[in-house]
C-alpha cells in the first residue's frame, strides 16, 4: 500500500461512524448527479488527438450544439488554464472564486484585475465566456468555445503593452504572444484555402508545415505541428476526400 493510501486509511479511521455516513451518502449523491448531467450535458462528437500549439497541448473536441444547432468546437478549460498561465497560482484561484459569488462568471485565465480594462463590455455579454460542461466519455468536462483563445491572447497583449502587468506576469503575457502567432498564421492560410477549395487538395501535414516555416527563429523551439488526424477529421466532417 503506498503511503497516500495509508494517509486516507488512517483518516477513515478516526472519522465517527455519522462521519462516515455522511461522506457515504454525499459520495452516493455526487453520483447520482453525475449520472443525471450525462443525460442532459451536450456529448463529444468527435475527438482524437489533442492540438498542439507552440510547444503547449490543448484537449479539444467537437462537441453537440444546444438545442439541435450547430457543433460547437471546444478547448478543454484546464488546457487553456495551462497554455496561458501554466500552474494557476493561489491568488487566481481567490480571485476566480471571488467572482463565482459575486456571480460573475470570469474565467480564471482572465480573472487578474490589471486585465480588467483591457475586457471590453461586448466581450463579457458575450457566451464565449460561458464554461460549457460537455460528457466525454465517462467523464464530465468544463471547457470554452475555442473562439475564446485568440481573444484571451489578445487581452494580455494589450495590458502588457499599456505597461499594466506585473513582473511576475509578464511571462504570460509572453505565452499568449506565441500562440498568437501561431493562430494567426495557421488562420489566414485556412481561410484562404476555404475560399479557393485550395483545402481539398492540400497535403494533410501543409498548414503544420507553413506554422513551423512562418514562426520567428527565436519561437521555432516552441512549434509542435499539429496531428495529421486533426486535418483528417477536418476533411471528413465536411465530407471531403482526405488526400493521401
Not at 82 to 95: F, P
Not at 167 to 181: F, S, T
Request: with cysteine.
Amino acid at each position: 500500500m503506498n503511503e497516500k493510501a495509508k494517509g486516507g486509511l488512517a483518516r477513515a479511521e478516526k472519522l465517527s461512524p455519522e462521519e462516515r455516513k455522511a461522506i457515504g451518502e454525499k459520495a452516493v449523491a455526487q453520483r447520482w448527479e453525475n449520472e443525471r448531467l450525462r443525460e442532459v450535458l451536450p456529448h463529444v462528437i468527435l475527438k482524437r488527438n489533442d492540438l498542439k500549439l507552440a510547444d503547449v497541448t490543448i484537449p479539444c473536441a467537437i462537441i453537440e450544439g444546444a438545442n439541435g444547432g450547430d457543433p460547437i468546437r471546444v478547448l478543454a478549460e484546464y488546457g487553456i488554464l495551462n497554455a496561458i498561465l501554466g500552474e494557476a497560482s493561489g491568488a487566481s484561484k481567490r480571485k476566480k472564486k471571488a467572482l463565482e459569488i459575486e456571480g460573475e462568471h470570469t474565467p480564471i485565465f482572465l480573472a487578474p484585475s490589471q486585465l480588467n480594462p483591457f475586457i471590453d463590455n461586448e466581450f463579457r455579454d458575450k457566451p464565449l465566456l460561458d464554461r460549457i460542461q460537455y460528457v466525454d466519455g465517462n467523464k464530465i468536462v468544463y471547457g470554452y468555445d475555442a473562439r475564446i483563445l485568440p481573444i484571451v491572447c489578445d487581452i494580455w497583449l494589450k495590458a502588457r503593452e499599456a505597461g499594466a502587468l506585473q513582473k511576475q506576469q509578464l511571462d504570460k503575457a509572453q505565452k499568449a504572444e506565441v500562440l498568437m502567432r501561431a493562430l494567426a498564421h495557421v488562420g489566414i492560410l485556412a481561410l484562404v484555402d476555404e475560399a479557393t477549395g485550395y483545402q481539398s487538395i492540400r497535403a494533410k501535414d501543409a498548414l503544420a508545415k507553413i506554422l513551423e516555416a512562418f514562426v520567428v527563429k527565436e519561437l521555432r523551439p516552441y512549434v509542435s505541428k499539429f496531428p495529421a488526424e486533426f486535418y483528417s477529421e477536418i476533411f471528413r466532417l465536411r465530407g471531403l476526400s482526405f488526400p493521401t
